[in-house]
């Protein structure tokens, strides 16, 4: 197929008719992009910082591309590439550029509704503001956007300024026909979308006028759980030896402050890119890099020359009998003991302000009375099959799984899978309590462990994935080891509920705020005893609460943006610290595996 030579930019906000100008165009036989999952907006963010052009995996084959903006990951920067309107007119010479309008304020509404809210509440996060808050951010955003295009395309004939509530189906065709041959036209929105967007008022209304009232503590507040956070995440030891990073994982990555440039554990440059906001981008989608280069962000707000060494794998056991590291290391979990490792927070699971993290607000509305005398547990098939009680961490359950998709379920190989994936945690829990009247458990599986679970006639502990108001109708959430422990964990503790949490002996960034028994009812190692504390929780109810709202207050200090922002410089210093005292004599450079 030839290159398609003239390239079409829509400049204007989303919520703006992109759908529309995008049908548009493809059903007239000229290819066009939209938002294509944010990595339009990641491409031109990433490209701009390293000086390539942008684009280029998709730059020959089309000819529009629309929504180039990625706002919808808690754990990666918000990138709005249509703003980038300049960078892409010196790359595409010739290109004709797009501002799609509408009435302000019908725009703000269909923003704070799109995605059922969700799109308004990455918004709020990534800008560091209350829902109510954006209607304001928004409009002066428009005013400032809209002003700057027209100044800078002032005059000039490859810029196309359309107000889709005025325009006409044939209008689009003679404005974009001097260019291109547009025979057909897709309908515009009939009287029932129109008529269906009055219907977003209520639910706008109800969005905002919740109590979204922020809780403020004193700065001596601040400083003194900051501070106590701070030392938390400090390693409970220090060594300096030889062993270099082979315990850690493939993701280890080296950061230095100074020269703004990181390296992968076999010494090889990573793909990062510091923009003019000083935020780290990256074109690298897989393997969770993402983590990595947003910790680097992170770290860069409160250190200029420093070297790091950041390992945001899972189930991290580094600094532990046999994972000896020689370096101080950065991550987001660690075993109890453990030398080295300091604690970050996990960009996206613990963002401030992400849907799996508390808030200043309780969503939970049902009181503990109220809730069902039931305890609840739902979460992946995650872990080891191994005994992790008694600390031996092996066979990863991905390893039967995988053999018990592909051989046949009475085959040698399967069955000693099917041994192997009893001795996990979490599926011996489902299975144990499995249509036990006291305890409501379920794995919520992904494909291939579904269709693993359903050979061998597993699939009656499965169930759906379940948004948090199903939780909430429990007065028992019951916490177990696995990936998802903390994002598991901080949903019941942020909650009308009490949680029972069995002790892992891992550890995250904010695992010093709560305590067995006054914030958490604690489950022994394998959760074993749940009967018997889910039979004490049920005879003292008064208590339960009391641990509840203790619970609830701790996850306040969790939200709060100044306890956070402290914590993160107390412990990049604590870090830098740590790495001026016991250095070597010549610190090891990155090895290769």
């Given at each position: 197929m ?9 400049i204007g ?17 000229l290819?066009?992009?939209h ?24 730059i ?53 509704m ?38 800078y395309?002032k ?7 359309i ?6 189906p ?11 041959d ?18 977003y008022l ?85 393997d ?23 390992d ?5 056991r ?27 927070p996990l ?24 809730k069902?005398?039931?305890a ?16 031996h961490?092996?066979d ?14 009475d085959s ?13 945690i ?5 299975e144990?309590?499995?249509g ?21 006639g ?19 959430m ?5 990936n998802?422990?903390?994002s598991?964990?901080l ?8 949680v ?33 504390k889910l ?6 109810p ?7 709202q203790?619970a ?7 939200a ?11 412990t ?20 290769r595996?």
């Open positions: 030839a290159p398609v030579h003239r390239k079409v930019f829509q906000f989303n919520k703006c008719g992109t759908k529309f100008l995008t049908e548009l165009f493809q059903m007239n036989g290819p066009g992009l938002w294509l999952g944010g990595r339009l907006a990641e491409d031109i963010a990433y490209s701009k910082a390293v000086g390539r052009p942008p684009l280029q995996p998709w020959d084959q089309t000819v529009l591309f629309t929504d180039m903006e990625s706002v919808h990951r808690y754990g990666a920067p918000m990138l709005e590439g249509f703003k980038e309107y300049e960078f892409l007119d010196r790359a595409c010479p010739g290109a004709i550029f797009v501002l799609n309008t509408r009435n302000v304020y019908d725009w703000i509404n269909s923003r704070y799109h995605q059922g809210g969700e799109y308004a509440h990455f918004h709020a996060t990534h800008v560091g503001v209350s829902l109510p808050d954006l209607a304001e951010i928004w409009y002066a955003d428009w005013e400032r956007h809209l002003a700057g295009c027209r100044a395309f005059g000039r004939p490859e810029f196309v300024d107000d889709i509530d005025t325009a006409r044939e209008d689009y065709r003679d404005i974009f026909g001097q260019w291109f547009l025979k057909h036209c897709p309908d515009l929105p009939d009287e029932k979308v129109i008529d269906s967007r009055a219907a209520p639910g706008l209304q109800k969005m905002l006028w919740a109590d979204d009232s922020e809780h403020s503590f004193s700065a001596d507040e601040i400083e003194q759980t900051a501070r106590q956070m701070a030392e938390f995440a400090r390693p409970a030891r220090l060594h300096n030896g030889p062993e270099g990073y082979r315990a850690a994982s493939l993701m280890v990555a080296h950061f230095d402050a100074a020269t703004k440039t990181g390296l992968d554990r076999a010494g090889n440059r990573l793909p990062l890119a510091q923009d003019e906001n000083g935020v780290y981008l990256t074109d690298r989608r897989a969770k890099f993402q983590r990595t280069a947003t910790t680097i962000s992170q770290i860069a707000r409160h250190s200029r020359d420093g070297k790091f060494v950041i945001m794998q899972d189930a991290r580094v600094g532990t009998p046999g994972k000896r590291v020689g370096h101080p290391v950065i991550a987001y979990c660690r075993r109890q003991g453990a030398e080295n490792v300091f604690l970050w960009p996206g699971y613990h963002t401030i302000g992400a849907s799996n993290f508390p808030g200043q607000r309780v969503s939970d509305s049902l009181a503990f009375a109220d069902v005398d039931r609840v547990w739902r979460g992946a098939l995650s872990g080891n099959c191994s005994d992790v009680v008694a600390g961490f092996h990863a359950v991905e390893g039967p799984i995988s053999v018990i998709a592909g051989t046949p379920p040698p190989e399967s069955r000693a899978a099917q041994d192997l994936l009893s001795r996990n979490r599926f011996a829990f489902v144990t309590h499995a036990a009247a006291d305890i409501d458990a379920a794995l919520t599986p992904d494909e291939q462990t579904r269709a693993a679970l359903e050979r061998i597993k699939t009656h502990l499965t169930d759906s994935f379940r948004r948090p108001a199903f939780f909430h109708r429990y007065r028992y019951i916490s177990l080891r696995g998802d422990t903390g598991n964990f949903l019941g503790a942020n909650s009308n509920s009490v029972l949490k069995e002790e892992d002996g891992w550890e995250l960034f904010y695992s010093f705020l709560f305590r067995p028994w006054q914030h958490y009812i604690p489950l022994a190692p394998g959760a074993g005893d749940i009967l018997d039979d004490w929780a049920r005879r003292n008064e208590k339960c609460q009391a641990m509840s203790d609830r207050r701790q996850c306040l200090k969790l709060d943006r100044n306890i956070r922002n402290r914590y993160l410089e107390l990049v210093a604590a870090y830098q610290e740590s790495c001026r005292e016991h250095a070597p004599k010549a610190r090891p450079e990155p090895e595996p």
